[in-house]
């Protein structure tokens, strides 16, 4: 019999004052200081080095709403799992870009970035009594903006894109079960299990690890970051399946997603590499990064054990999936894009964006709740 996972608002989310943490490894803060202008420049190649190579990181602080809502798989109706969701105060079962305009407030910290960004919910399961607890979602998302641009792109002269008004996309399958190594968008996942006492860091792993993590577990997935020019990842007909649960080993999502998903691609390398001659223009490489405390169900384990699940019904962790809606201020992020100010020099430190200085918010405006 298959068990079900309740799709309720946890508590723990009412109240949370978060604030924004960078648990970031080293080894992944040198990945996002790597641009392109690692590889050779062609020798018949006149332009000079890139200066302004985009790379700042968009703290979010306490989720806007923990619900069944997705208006890009499923627009209209609720959605099959619970999310947590950061962004813009508009997110509701029907978005567009003119609608994110009209939030009245964002738990970002830049003003003008009304866009949301939602995942899926992590839950403890006590498989002695089969309950579901919600785990808590620490120090909000970090949203790593970078450029992966490489000399081809550079001498025929494009520039990174802002995301278009009405622009969409989604990372990672929320059916995938199995992992495959091969395959870029598999590869796209980590699990990072944080630790204590000066304890020495563990490698990534590809799915929910089967130990403690004491630190908590940072979840981290990257979005496809070529694009076609065209595709805003727009409606396509849909179910009007709204099934509330998951079984636990369920491979399907029962009902046919509304998002068309061919406007974008990875590159060759996942975060670096070349786009394809479909999807030749380059838009900012997204990377969330977020902390689940997990550790808080240590006395509930037993050796081995791997007892977290996914709201969508993935105790794996290969299904784990992520979404973005672009509600930007779309001028102003292209101008970021081009700031010198905005670039690598700045170590990811958003506050030193010269574009974004007059519109930064205090963790306390983020993380203020509405009556």
């Given amino acids: 019999m298959a068990t079900n996972i309740p799709n309720v608002k946890p508590h723990r989310f009412i109240v949370l004052e978060s604030k924004m943490i960078l648990l970031t490894s080293l080894v992944v803060w040198l990945t996002c200081l790597f641009t392109a202008t690692s590889a050779q420049q062609p020798t018949d190649c006149i332009k000079p080095q890139p200066t302004s190579q985009a790379f700042f990181v968009m703290g979010c602080g306490k989720p806007i709403t923990v619900d069944r809502l997705d208006p890009i798989v499923s627009p209209g109706r609720p959605s099959q799992h619970l999310h947590t969701v950061m ?3 508009a ?10 305009q009209t939030s009245n407030r964002t738990t970002c910290s830049v003003s003008k970035d009304l866009s949301n960004y939602w995942v899926p919910t992590v839950y403890f399961h006590d498989k002695k009594n089969d309950t579901f607890t919600a785990v808590e979602q620490v120090g909000g998302i970090n949203v790593y903006y970078q450029e992966r641009m490489d000399w081809t792109d550079y001498c025929a002269g ?6 278009p008004k009405g622009f969409r996309m989604i990372a990672g399958d929320t059916t995938r079960r199995a992992f495959n190594s091969s395959r870029v968008e598999d590869r796209a996942v980590e699990f990072i299990c944080l630790l204590t006492n000066n304890e020495p860091g563990l490698p990534p792993f590809s799915g929910f690890p089967n130990r403690t993590c004491d630190g908590g577990l940072q979840i981290r997935i990257r979005f496809p970051s070529c694009w076609d020019g065209v595709g805003l990842g727009t409606f396509s007909s849909s179910s009007s399946n709204s099934s509330s649960f998951f079984g636990l080993n369920s491979n399907s999502t029962g009902t046919a997603s509304a998002y068309n998903s061919t406007h974008v691609t990875y590159p060759s390398r996942l975060d670096t590499g070349t786009c394809p001659p479909t999807h030749r223009y380059r838009i900012p490489a997204l990377l969330y990064e977020m902390t689940w405390a997990v550790d808080a169900f240590n006395h509930l384990r037993t050796p081995g054990d791997q007892p977290f699940v996914f709201s969508n019904g993935d105790a794996t962790g290969y299904g784990y999936h992520a979404d973005f809606f672009n509600g930007w201020d779309v001028d102003l992020l292209q101008k970021a894009i081009r700031d010198p100010s905005c670039g690598n020099e700045t170590g990811g430190r958003i506050e030193r964006c010269g574009s974004f200085k ?3 918010q205090s963790n306390e405006v983020q993380n203020q709740i509405e009556g």
């Fill in 158 to 163: 494009q520039e990174l894109l802002a995301f």
């Fill in 358 to 360: 007059e519109f930064l």
């Fill in 87 to 89: 962004g813009g105060s």
């Fill in 91 to 100: 997110f509701d079962f029907d978005l567009d870009y003119n609608k994110t």
